[in-house]
């Protein structure tokens, strides 16, 4: 039985910083993309972030230069950093592991952005 476990969500005022951090447990061959996803209330899941095995990585254009995603393939951990975060980034964040035939979800792990 494969899960993610999402952690570092929390409360944050506008300016500060968070670090997402993901880990997935069970068996998992060949991970091909790791990835961020949030959403919003009333709003569709969107992509906030992916990184390849290669190391490739792609962001939505709305947290470009703000945010960082990395990963360790060998522990099977991905990791978002979030930095200069506003209140529009506020969203329950999941994490999403990729293979040739499978896709995994995390349970999210909820981001609020305030003052």
């Known amino acids: 039985q494969v899960q993610l476990v999402e952690s570092g969500g929390g409360l944050v005022q506008p300016g500060g910083s968070l670090r997402l951090s993901c880990a997935a447990s069970?068996?998992?061959?060949?991970?091909?993309?790791m990835g961020w996803y949030r959403q919003a209330p009333g709003k569709q899941r969107e992509l906030v972030a992916t990184?390849?095995?290669?190391?490739?990585?792609n962001y939505a254009d709305s947290v470009k230069g703000r945010f960082t995603i990395s990963r360790v393939n060998a522990n099977k951990l991905v990791y978002l950093q979030m930095n200069s975060l506003k209140p529009e980034d506020s969203a329950v964040y999941y994490c999403?592991?990729?293979?040739?035939?499978?896709?995994?979800w995390g349970q999210g792990t909820q981001v609020t952005v305030s003052s």
């Open positions: 069970g068996t998992i061959f060949s991970i091909n993309v």
């Open positions: 999403n592991m990729n293979t040739r035939s499978r896709t995994y």
């Open positions: 990184v390849t095995s290669a190391g490739s990585t």
